[in-house]
C-alpha cells in the first residue's frame, strides 16, 4: 500500500482510488443482495426451530405438572382447583389469600364483565342499538317526552375488551402456574422438615435480595396493559372491515380474513384498484429516500466535521456550537417554517425569480421531481448537524500517528481521506447507519411537514408523491378513517422494517469479524 | 411496621370511597334544592364561545322550575366528526359541525332524528339548508348558517366593483398594476367553480352513487378556460396568505394583491386590513375555451347543529339545539360575527344584507352546488391531483411552447397547434383521470 502511494502521480492514483471505492461499494451490494436469501433461509429455519422448541416447552410443562398433580399431597392436589390452598394449609396465610383473591376477582371479571363480550368475539355484534326517540305517549318517555336509547352492540368496544379479557386470562393463567409451584414447593420444604418462609419475611425478600422482581413486575404489568392490548387491538383491525363506511355505534363491523391483505396486493376490489400500483410505488420512493437520507446526510456531515476539524481553522468550538444551536430548535418548527420559506410566494422564489434561474409560476413542491429534490436538500440542511457532531468525536479519536505515518509515506489529503479515514469511520459508525436507513424509511416529519406528502398524484389511491409508508397511512388513518386499510399498511411496514433491520445487522456483524481494521 | 401498613391501608380505602361518592350525572336531586339538576355539555367553535355563553344564559330563564348547568368546551367544526366519534354516548349533547360531516355521522349512529321541532325547522330555514340536513326524508340536525363558500374580495382603491365582472377584466387590471390575485383550487374544493355551473354532478349517500360529467366537451372548455386563466402568471393559489398579502397592499400594490377567492372565515380579518377599501363581490364570470363567458360557481354548505344520538337528554338538548338556531339568535350572530344565517327571516333583515361579505355570498349561491349532495369524500383526492397537474402545466406554459416549437418537426407551428396537438389532449386526459378517481367510490 505505502509503495503504492510513491510511485503513481496523483492524477492517476485519485481516480484509481475512486473506482476502487466504487468497486468496493459494489461488491458489498452484490453480497447483500445474495444474502437476503440466505437470510430468508436461515429465517424460516430459526421459526421451524423456534416453533418445535415452542411444542417442546408446552409438552414438558404438561408432564411436569402433572407429575405435580401425581405425586402431591392433597393440599397440592386440591390447589390445582383453589389457587392459594398449598399457601394458606401450609402456613403462608396471607400470601395464600392473596392467591385465592386473585382468582376470584379474575374469575369473576372474566365471567360477569368481559365475558359477555368475548361470547361475541366470533361475529363482532349482531344487533344494533336504538337512539333516542320522541314519543310522548310511550310509557317509558322521560318528563320530556322521549324515550331514552338503548345500547347495542358496539363492535369497537367488542374487540378491545375481549382482547383485555384474554390478556387477564392470560395473566391468569401465568399465576396460576405460580400457584401450583408453589404448593409443591411448600410440601417439599414440610417433608423435608423446614417451615415455609411467612408472609412477612417474604415481603423483606421481595425488598432486599428479590427486588429485581418487585421493581420489574410493575412496569410487565402496566407495560401488557398500555402497550400490548392497544398492540393485539390494532393488529387485528386489519382482519376486519372497520372504516368509515362500518362506524361504531351506528353500524356493526366483522371479520373479513385475509381480505385486505389480498386487496393490497392485488386491488382485485375495484374501489382499491389502485391500491397495488401505489404501495409499490411508495416503497420505491421510501427505499431511495432512505438511501439519499442517511447518505448524504452522513457524507456532508463528515465532511463538515473534517473541514472544521482541520490544523489552521480558528474558533473550532464557535463553528460547532453554530451548528449544534440549530439542533436546539425542535425539528417541527424548523420544518413549518421551512415550509413557508419554500412556498412558491415565499421569499427563496422570489430571489430566484430575480435571479432570473425559474420562471414566475415555480414552485419548489409543485412537480414530483422538484418536491423530491427540495426535501432531500432541506433534510440535509436539517440533519447535517447531527452526523456533523457524531463524526466530530469520532474523527478526533482517530490515532495520529495514523496520519504522521502516512505523511511521511508522502500521502496527500486526499488519499488520507479515503485510505484512513473514511474505512475508519464506516468501520465504527457501521450500525448507527444501519439504524438510520431504517429510521429514515419511516421519518415522517420532514415529509409530512414540509409537502405534507404531496404534490398529489392522480396515479396513486390517497398518497401523494413525496409520501412515505408512514405519511400515508397517517392520510388514511385520519382523512378517510380507513382503519383497517391502516391497520394492514401498519403491519406491512413493520415487518419490512424488521426485516431489514435483521439481515442488515446481521451482515454488519458479519463485516465487523472479517474485516480487520487496516 | 404493621402499624404503618394498617395506617396507609385505611388512608388509601378512605380516599377510594371520599373520591368514588363524589361527582353527579344528570338528573341527580341534591339534598339542598328541591329543583332537578340537569346538565348540558354542548361543543362549538373558539369563535364562538362568548355567543355560545349568552345563549345558555338566555335559555336557563325558560326553564325557571329546574336547576340547569351548562358545560361549554371548544370543538373546532372541522374536528367535530374525528373527535365526537372516538366515543358517541361520551360525547357533547349538543354541538356544531359542517354539513359535509352529516352523513358519516348519520352511519355512525350519532345524530338524534329531529321529531318534536320538526316542522317549525322546515318551515323557518332555507329549503337546501333543509336539504343537505336530512338522510332519506328524515332530519338530522339544525340548519344555523348558510354561508359557506367563496366570493372575492377586493381593494377598492385599485379595482372597482364595474371591473369585478369578469375575470378578464380583473386579470387586465392585476397586470396593469403589475400585481396579481389569489385563486386556490383549495384541494378541489373552489377549483369546482370553473366547472360547477354548466356540468353535472351529484352524489347520493343512500345508493352510493355519484354521478359527474366534468370530462365531457363542456368540462373540457372548462378546463381549457381554467388553464388560460393561471396561463398569465398573474393568480397565486395559497388562500392562506390571502390577508397577509392584502396587507402588502398598504405599502406597494406590486408585492400584494387587489383580488382573492375566500370566504366568510376570513371576512373580519380582511375588513381589519383594508378598512374602508374593503369590497366583496360575488364571483365573476370566466372566458371557456370556446370564448364564451362561463359564470363560475361555487360549492356551498352550511352549518349544522346536532343532538347526540346517546344523551342522557333528549328533551332539554334538542330545546336548546333549536333555540340556539331560531331567528333571533340566529340574527344576533349574523349581525355581530357577519355570519350568514339559513334563517329565511333573517336572510331578508337589511341589516343582514348591508354586510359586503353576506351579500357576496347570497348572490352567488344561486351558482352554488351543495356540496353535501355533490362530492363524496373521494372526490377530493384527485380533485386536487387534477388542479396540481393542470396548474403547473399552465404555469409552465410558456415553457412548454417554446420547447415544441423548437422542435424541428414543428417549424412554422403556431401557440393553437400546440394546444390542439398536445396540451388539450393532456388536459382531456387529466380531466379522464380526476373523473375516474372520483367516481372509484361507486365501486366500494
Given at each position: 500500500?505505502?509503495?503504492?502511494?510513491?510511485?503513481?502521480?496523483?492524477?492517476?492514483?485519485?481516480?484509481?482510488?475512486?473506482?476502487?471505492?466504487?468497486?468496493?461499494?459494489?461488491?458489498?451490494?452484490?453480497?447483500?443482495?445474495?444474502?437476503?436469501?440466505?437470510?430468508?433461509?436461515?429465517?424460516?429455519?430459526?421459526?421451524?426451530?423456534?416453533?418445535?422448541?415452542?411444542?417442546?416447552?408446552?409438552?414438558?410443562?404438561?408432564?411436569?405438572?402433572?407429575?405435580?398433580?401425581?405425586?402431591?399431597?392433597?393440599?397440592?392436589?386440591?390447589?390445582?382447583?383453589?389457587?392459594?390452598?398449598?399457601?394458606?394449609?401450609?402456613?403462608?396465610?396471607?400470601?395464600?389469600?392473596?392467591?385465592?383473591?386473585?382468582?376470584?376477582?379474575?374469575?369473576?371479571?372474566?365471567?360477569?364483565?368481559?365475558?359477555?363480550?368475548?361470547?361475541?368475539?366470533?361475529?363482532?355484534?349482531?344487533?344494533?342499538?336504538?337512539?333516542?326517540?320522541?314519543?310522548?305517549?310511550?310509557?317509558?318517555?322521560?318528563?320530556?317526552?322521549?324515550?331514552?336509547?338503548?345500547?347495542?352492540?358496539?363492535?369497537?368496544?367488542?374487540?378491545?375488551?375481549?382482547?383485555?379479557?384474554?390478556?387477564?386470562?392470560?395473566?391468569?393463567?401465568?399465576?396460576?402456574?405460580?400457584?401450583?409451584?408453589?404448593?409443591?414447593?411448600?410440601?417439599?420444604?414440610?417433608?423435608?422438615?423446614?417451615?415455609?418462609?411467612?408472609?412477612?419475611?417474604?415481603?423483606?425478600?421481595?425488598?432486599?435480595?428479590?427486588?429485581?422482581?418487585?421493581?420489574?413486575?410493575?412496569?410487565?404489568?402496566?407495560?401488557?396493559?398500555?402497550?400490548?392490548?392497544?398492540?393485539?387491538?390494532?393488529?387485528?383491525?386489519?382482519?376486519?372491515?372497520?372504516?368509515?363506511?362500518?362506524?361504531?355505534?351506528?353500524?356493526?363491523?366483522?371479520?373479513?380474513?385475509?381480505?385486505?391483505?389480498?386487496?393490497?396486493?392485488?386491488?382485485?376490489?375495484?374501489?382499491?384498484?389502485?391500491?397495488?400500483?401505489?404501495?409499490?410505488?411508495?416503497?420505491?420512493?421510501?427505499?431511495?429516500?432512505?438511501?439519499?437520507?442517511?447518505?448524504?446526510?452522513?457524507?456532508?456531515?463528515?465532511?463538515?466535521?473534517?473541514?472544521?476539524?482541520?490544523?489552521?481553522?480558528?474558533?473550532?468550538?464557535?463553528?460547532?456550537?453554530?451548528?449544534?444551536?440549530?439542533?436546539?430548535?425542535?425539528?417541527?418548527?424548523?420544518?413549518?417554517?421551512?415550509?413557508?420559506?419554500?412556498?412558491?410566494?415565499?421569499?427563496?422564489?422570489?430571489?430566484?425569480?430575480?435571479?432570473?434561474?425559474?420562471?414566475?409560476?415555480?414552485?419548489?413542491?409543485?412537480?414530483?421531481?422538484?418536491?423530491?429534490?427540495?426535501?432531500?436538500?432541506?433534510?440535509?440542511?436539517?440533519?447535517?448537524?447531527?452526523?456533523?457532531?457524531?463524526?466530530?468525536?469520532?474523527?478526533?479519536?482517530?490515532?495520529?500517528?495514523?496520519?504522521?505515518?502516512?505523511?511521511?509515506?508522502?500521502?496527500?489529503?486526499?488519499?488520507?481521506?479515503?485510505?484512513?479515514?473514511?474505512?475508519?469511520?464506516?468501520?465504527?459508525?457501521?450500525?448507527?447507519?444501519?439504524?438510520?436507513?431504517?429510521?429514515?424509511?419511516?421519518?415522517?416529519?420532514?415529509?409530512?411537514?414540509?409537502?405534507?406528502?404531496?404534490?398529489?398524484?392522480?396515479?396513486?389511491?390517497?398518497?401523494?408523491?413525496?409520501?412515505?409508508?408512514?405519511?400515508?397511512?397517517?392520510?388514511?388513518?385520519?382523512?378517510?378513517?380507513?382503519?383497517?386499510?391502516?391497520?394492514?399498511?401498519?403491519?406491512?411496514?413493520?415487518?419490512?422494517?424488521?426485516?431489514?433491520?435483521?439481515?442488515?445487522?446481521?451482515?454488519?456483524?458479519?463485516?465487523?469479524?472479517?474485516?480487520?481494521?487496516? | 411496621?404493621?402499624?404503618?401498613?394498617?395506617?396507609?391501608?385505611?388512608?388509601?380505602?378512605?380516599?377510594?370511597?371520599?373520591?368514588?361518592?363524589?361527582?353527579?350525572?344528570?338528573?341527580?336531586?341534591?339534598?339542598?334544592?328541591?329543583?332537578?339538576?340537569?346538565?348540558?355539555?354542548?361543543?362549538?367553535?373558539?369563535?364562538?364561545?362568548?355567543?355560545?355563553?349568552?345563549?345558555?344564559?338566555?335559555?336557563?330563564?325558560?326553564?325557571?322550575?329546574?336547576?340547569?348547568?351548562?358545560?361549554?368546551?371548544?370543538?373546532?367544526?372541522?374536528?367535530?366528526?374525528?373527535?365526537?366519534?372516538?366515543?358517541?354516548?361520551?360525547?357533547?349533547?349538543?354541538?356544531?359541525?359542517?354539513?359535509d360531516?352529516?352523513?358519516?355521522?348519520?352511519?355512525?349512529?350519532?345524530?338524534?332524528?329531529?321529531?318534536?321541532?320538526?316542522?317549525?325547522?322546515?318551515?323557518?330555514?332555507?329549503?337546501?339548508?333543509?336539504?343537505?340536513?336530512?338522510?332519506?326524508?328524515?332530519?338530522?340536525?339544525?340548519?344555523?348558517?348558510?354561508?359557506n363558500g367563496i366570493?372575492?374580495?377586493?381593494?377598492?382603491?385599485?379595482?372597482?366593483?364595474?371591473?369585478?365582472?369578469?375575470?378578464?377584466?380583473?386579470?387586465?387590471?392585476?397586470?396593469?398594476?403589475?400585481?396579481?390575485?389569489?385563486?386556490?383550487?383549495m384541494?378541489g374544493w373552489a377549483?369546482s367553480s370553473?366547472?360547477a355551473?354548466?356540468?353535472?354532478?351529484?352524489?347520493?349517500?343512500?345508493?352510493?352513487?355519484?354521478?359527474?360529467?366534468?370530462?365531457?366537451?363542456?368540462?373540457?372548455?372548462?378546463?381549457?378556460?381554467?388553464?388560460?386563466?393561471?396561463?398569465?402568471?398573474?393568480?397565486?393559489?395559497?388562500?392562506?396568505?390571502?390577508?397577509?398579502?392584502?396587507?402588502?397592499?398598504?405599502?406597494?400594490?406590486?408585492?400584494?394583491?387587489?383580488?382573492?377567492?375566500?370566504?366568510?372565515?376570513?371576512?373580519?380579518?380582511?375588513?381589519?386590513?383594508?378598512?374602508?377599501?374593503?369590497?366583496?363581490?360575488?364571483?365573476?364570470?370566466?372566458?371557456?375555451?370556446?370564448?364564451?363567458?362561463?359564470?363560475?360557481g361555487s360549492m356551498i354548505g352550511?352549518?349544522?347543529?346536532?343532538?347526540?344520538?346517546?344523551?342522557?337528554?333528549?328533551?332539554?338538548?334538542?330545546?336548546?339545539?333549536?333555540?340556539?338556531?331560531?331567528?333571533?339568535?340566529?340574527?344576533?350572530?349574523?349581525?355581530?360575527?357577519?355570519?350568514?344565517?339559513?334563517?329565511?327571516?333573517?336572510?331578508?333583515?337589511?341589516?343582514?344584507?348591508?354586510?359586503?361579505?353576506?351579500?357576496?355570498?347570497?348572490?352567488?349561491?344561486?351558482?352554488g352546488i351543495l356540496q353535501a349532495?355533490s362530492v363524496?369524500?373521494?372526490?377530493?383526492?384527485?380533485?386536487?391531483?387534477?388542479?396540481?397537474?393542470?396548474?403547473?402545466?399552465?404555469?409552465?406554459?410558456?415553457?412548454?411552447?417554446?420547447?415544441?416549437?423548437?422542435?424541428?418537426?414543428?417549424?412554422?407551428?403556431?401557440?393553437?397547434?400546440?394546444?390542439?396537438?398536445?396540451?388539450?389532449?393532456?388536459?382531456?386526459?387529466?380531466?379522464?383521470?380526476?373523473?375516474?378517481?372520483?367516481?372509484?367510490?361507486?365501486?366500494?
Amino acid at each position: 500500500m505505502k509503495d503504492e502511494l510513491r510511485s503513481e502521480p496523483f492524477y492517476i492514483w485519485i481516480p484509481q482510488s475512486i473506482l476502487d471505492f466504487i468497486i468496493q461499494i459494489l461488491k458489498v451490494a452484490f453480497e447483500f443482495t445474495l444474502s437476503i436469501f440466505t437470510s430468508l433461509y436461515d429465517f424460516l429455519k430459526t421459526t421451524g426451530k423456534v416453533i418445535v422448541s415452542l411444542a417442546k416447552k408446552g409438552y414438558e410443562g404438561l408432564i411436569k405438572y402433572s407429575r405435580i398433580f401425581i405425586k402431591g399431597n392433597y393440599k397440592t392436589k386440591l390447589s390445582f382447583l383453589l389457587m392459594g390452598f398449598g399457601a394458606y394449609t401450609n402456613g403462608q396465610i396471607v400470601k395464600g389469600i392473596l392467591y385465592q383473591l386473585l382468582q376470584v376477582v379474575s374469575l369473576g371479571l372474566l365471567i360477569f364483565f368481559f365475558g359477555p363480550y368475548i361470547a361475541k368475539l366470533n361475529t363482532l355484534g349482531d344487533t344494533l342499538g336504538t337512539p333516542v326517540t320522541y314519543d310522548p305517549g310511550n310509557p317509558n318517555a322521560d318528563p320530556f317526552g322521549y324515550v331514552p336509547a338503548q345500547p347495542g352492540d358496539n363492535s369497537m368496544i367488542i374487540l378491545l375488551l375481549s382482547v383485555g379479557g384474554i390478556i387477564l386470562a392470560a395473566l391468569l393463567y401465568y399465576f396460576y402456574l405460580q400457584n401450583l409451584r408453589l404448593a409443591e414447593a411448600n410440601e417439599m420444604t414440610l417433608q423435608v422438615g423446614k417451615r415455609p418462609i411467612p408472609f412477612k419475611e417474604e415481603v423483606k425478600q421481595l425488598l432486599n435480595e428479590r427486588f429485581h422482581i418487585t421493581v420489574l413486575s410493575w412496569p410487565v404489568f402496566f407495560s401488557f396493559i398500555f402497550t400490548v392490548l392497544p398492540l393485539v387491538f390494532m393488529i387485528l383491525i386489519a382482519f376486519t372491515e372497520f372504516d368509515r363506511f362500518h362506524q361504531p355505534p351506528g353500524s356493526l363491523f366483522t371479520w373479513v380474513g385475509l381480505d385486505n391483505f389480498i386487496n393490497m396486493f392485488s386491488g382485485q376490489n375495484a374501489f382499491y384498484s389502485r391500491l397495488p400500483r401505489t404501495l409499490w410505488a411508495i416503497l420505491q420512493w421510501s427505499f431511495v429516500w432512505a438511501i439519499f437520507a442517511t447518505f448524504l446526510n452522513y457524507f456532508f456531515g463528515m465532511i463538515l466535521a473534517l473541514m472544521i476539524n482541520k490544523k489552521g481553522i480558528k474558533l473550532k468550538v464557535l463553528w460547532r456550537t453554530v451548528f449544534v444551536i440549530t439542533i436546539a430548535v425542535p425539528q417541527f418548527i424548523s420544518l413549518l417554517i421551512m415550509r413557508n420559506f419554500f412556498n412558491e410566494q415565499g421569499p427563496f422564489v422570489n430571489f430566484l425569480i430575480d435571479l432570473g434561474l425559474v420562471g414566475p409560476g415555480y414552485g419548489p413542491f409543485l412537480t414530483k421531481e422538484s418536491a423530491r429534490f427540495w426535501v432531500i436538500v432541506i433534510n440535509l440542511w436539517v440533519g447535517v448537524p447531527y452526523t456533523m457532531l457524531i463524526t466530530s468525536g469520532i474523527l478526533m479519536n482517530i490515532p495520529a500517528d495514523l496520519y504522521e505515518s502516512a505523511t511521511i509515506d508522502g500521502a496527500g489529503s486526499i488519499t488520507k481521506f479515503f485510505k484512513i479515514t473514511l474505512p475508519y469511520m464506516l468501520f465504527v459508525t457501521g450500525p448507527y447507519l444501519v439504524t438510520a436507513f431504517i429510521g429514515n424509511i419511516n421519518n415522517f416529519n420532514i415529509i409530512y411537514f414540509l409537502t405534507g406528502g404531496g404534490p398529489s398524484s392522480q396515479q396513486l389511491f390517497q398518497a401523494g408523491h413525496t409520501d412515505l409508508l408512514v405519511t400515508w397511512l397517517f392520510r388514511l388513518t385520519l382523512f378517510d378513517s380507513d382503519y383497517k386499510m391502516a391497520s394492514t399498511l401498519g403491519i406491512l411496514i413493520f415487518m419490512i422494517s424488521s426485516f431489514f433491520s435483521l439481515i442488515i445487522f446481521s451482515r454488519t456483524g458479519g463485516i465487523k469479524a472479517e474485516d480487520s481494521f487496516q | 411496621m404493621l402499624n404503618r401498613y394498617l395506617k396507609t391501608m385505611i388512608f388509601g380505602a378512605v380516599t377510594v370511597l371520599v373520591v368514588s361518592c363524589g361527582g353527579g350525572t344528570s338528573a341527580t336531586s341534591s339534598a339542598t334544592s328541591q329543583l332537578p339538576t340537569y346538565t348540558l355539555k354542548v361543543w362549538g367553535p373558539s369563535q364562538e364561545q362568548q355567543f355560545l355563553t349568552d345563549v345558555t344564559e338566555s335559555f336557563k330563564l325558560l326553564y325557571p322550575n329546574i336547576n340547569l348547568n351548562f358545560e361549554l368546551a371548544v370543538v373546532g367544526e372541522p374536528d367535530l366528526k374525528g373527535i365526537l366519534l372516538l366515543d358517541v354516548p361520551g360525547g357533547a349533547d349538543v354541538f356544531a359541525f359542517p354539513d359535509d360531516q352529516l352523513e358519516d355521522l348519520v352511519t355512525a349512529g350519532a345524530l338524534s332524528e329531529l321529531t318534536q321541532f320538526k316542522d317549525d325547522v322546515i318551515e323557518r330555514n332555507q329549503d337546501w339548508t333543509i336539504d343537505v340536513a336530512s338522510v332519506d326524508d328524515k332530519l338530522y340536525a339544525y340548519p344555523n348558517t348558510a354561508d359557506n363558500g367563496i366570493f372575492m374580495y377586493y381593494d377598492s382603491r385599485y379595482i372597482q366593483a364595474s371591473e369585478m365582472t369578469t375575470l378578464d377584466s380583473i386579470l387586465a387590471k392585476a397586470e396593469e398594476l403589475n400585481s396579481k390575485i389569489i385563486i386556490d383550487p383549495m384541494g378541489g374544493w373552489a377549483m369546482s367553480s370553473w366547472f360547477a355551473v354548466p356540468g353535472e354532478i351529484s352524489w347520493s349517500k343512500t345508493t352510493m352513487t355519484q354521478t359527474i360529467d366534468w370530462n365531457n366537451e363542456v368540462g373540457l372548455s372548462s378546463a381549457i378556460g381554467m388553464y388560460n386563466a393561471y396561463k398569465t402568471n398573474l393568480i397565486q393559489r395559497d388562500q392562506g396568505i390571502i390577508v397577509t398579502e392584502f396587507l402588502e397592499n398598504d405599502t406597494d400594490v406590486q408585492e400584494g394583491i387587489i383580488a382573492g377567492v375566500s370566504g366568510t372565515w376570513n371576512a373580519v380579518a380582511i375588513k381589519t386590513i383594508l378598512g374602508d377599501n374593503y369590497a366583496a363581490i360575488k364571483m365573476p364570470t370566466f372566458t371557456n375555451g370556446n370564448g364564451q363567458q362561463q359564470q363560475m360557481g361555487s360549492m356551498i354548505g352550511a352549518k349544522l347543529v346536532g343532538v347526540n344520538a346517546y344523551t342522557a337528554n333528549p328533551g332539554l338538548a334538542h330545546a336548546f339545539a333549536n333555540y340556539m338556531t331560531n331567528y333571533d339568535n340566529q340574527l344576533t350572530k349574523a349581525v355581530t360575527m357577519g355570519v350568514g344565517p339559513s334563517n329565511i327571516t333573517a336572510q331578508q333583515n337589511p341589516e343582514v344584507q348591508e354586510v359586503p361579505s353576506l351579500k357576496a355570498i347570497f348572490d352567488q349561491a344561486p351558482h352554488g352546488i351543495l356540496q353535501a349532495r355533490s362530492v363524496s369524500s373521494y372526490y377530493w383526492s384527485p380533485a386536487g391531483a387534477f388542479a396540481d397537474a393542470l396548474i403547473t402545466d399552465a404555469r409552465n406554459h410558456a415553457d412548454n411552447l417554446a420547447a415544441w416549437l423548437a422542435l424541428p418537426e414543428n417549424s412554422g407551428k403556431t401557440e393553437a397547434d400546440f394546444m390542439t396537438e398536445v396540451q388539450i389532449p393532456l388536459i382531456q386526459d387529466y380531466l379522464d383521470i380526476f373523473i375516474e378517481g372520483v367516481l372509484a367510490v361507486n365501486e366500494a
